[in-house]
């Protein structure tokens, strides 16, 4: 008898295998090197084990909603504001309740709903060819809609995300009609139709086709610090000017990579664990080290490489707006002949 009792147990123990803290299902639209060496941290200090699922952002935000409650994602990454609303918009989402996260992530960086939160920050400046244009030639955002610049400027298509937010902040700020006016500009300006990623802006620059580009600030620190001699020859040939500084102004454009709990997370307390994790002091310092985004946590020094670039007033806008504005930011940029 004691024999078949401590068999059965065995059976059972073998059976039946308990992880001590559990796991987390992560989608994410951030690229696998960006974010698994804090996962393995994470795992590290919790034991709850990270499975993880990377894409495109918006073919992320479709197998959300194609898998519904059967998905089993508990954690959504992406970047930009105006995807994470997008993310709420579609009844992706839910609420989340952290002392944590409210403590150390600004107001302006998260959902006033607790729906996303903001774990690191970067700005969208001006870039300039060190050798065609004196940094006191520019001033505003605005400013790049003046015929002076005509032929000069290098931005990517209308049907990026970012443009759509950096144009759904100035409405928010500006209204739609001045909005549209600078957009219909600023189209006139361009150096050649719209092409390529942040960093081919950057590129085209240093290679003449334009005088001006504009790029969120992590692009062109990875190229600076990264293993494609091209690259980095090209980002030398340019410099960062911070728009939008007078006194009274708004500040330069800034938006987030962030993330927020699906609407159906089966493992909600363990998300909601990684997200703290991500903005504790370690992960932070981590992030603008490794990545050159900007530290969400007051009090965390951003990288060598960022200090370099200057201080710089950030617009104080909360995110949200952004998403709120981009459905009238596309139609602007389509009005306006922005391809």
């Not at 992880?19 to 994410?28: I, K, P, Q, T």
């Not at 991500?278 to 007051?298: C, F, I, R, T």
Request: charged letters at 25%; hydrophobic letters at 40%.
């Amino acid at each position: 008898m004691f024999k078949k009792i401590a068999l059965s147990l065995l059976v059972a123990s073998i059976a039946t295998p308990v992880l001590a803290d559990g796991e987390v299902n992560v989608y994410s639209a951030r690229k696998e090197q960006l974010i698994k060496p804090l996962f393995d941290k994470f795992t590290e200090a919790t034991s709850i084990k990270v499975n993880l699922v990377t894409g495109k952002d918006d073919a992320l935000l479709e197998r959300l909603k194609l898998e519904g409650e059967n998905t089993p994602a508990d954690l959504l990454m992406t970047a930009d504001a105006g995807r994470l609303y997008r993310a709420v918009e579609m009844e992706l989402t839910q609420p989340v309740e952290s002392a944590t996260l409210k403590k150390d992530i600004p107001e302006n960086l998260r959902d006033p709903a607790n729906q996303w939160f903001g774990l690191t920050s970067r700005a969208r400046p001006i870039f300039y060819v060190k050798d065609k244009v004196k940094p006191e030639e520019l001033s505003t955002y605005e400013d790049l809609a003046d015929p002076k610049w005509k032929g000069r400027i290098c931005v990517r298509s209308s049907d990026n995300i970012y443009n759509q937010s950096m144009l759904g902040s100035m409405i928010a700020v500006n209204g739609a009609e001045k909005a549209q006016a600078w957009a219909d500009g600023l189209v006139k300006n361009f150096a050649r139709p719209p092409e390529g990623g942040d960093r081919d802006q950057i590129k085209a620059a240093a290679a003449g086709q334009c005088d001006i580009a504009i790029s969120n600030t992590y692009y062109y620190g990875q190229m600076l610090t990264g293993e494609e001699a091209e690259d980095k020859a090209a980002a030398e040939k340019v410099a960062i000017f911070w728009p939008n500084q007078a006194e009274g102004d708004r500040g330069t454009h800034i938006n987030i990579s962030g993330a927020a709990v699906t609407k159906t997370a089966k493992n909600k307390d363990n998300a909601v664990k990684l997200m703290e994790f991500l903005v504790n002091d370690e992960s932070q310092k981590w992030y603008a080290e490794a990545n050159q985004e900007y530290p969400v946590k007051a009090g965390i020094a951003p990288s060598a490489m960022l200090k370099g670039w200057g201080e710089f007033k950030a617009d104080s806008l909360n995110l949200s707006e952004l998403g709120k504005h981009n459905a009238e930011a596309v139609k602007i940029m389509d009005k306006a002949g922005w391809k």
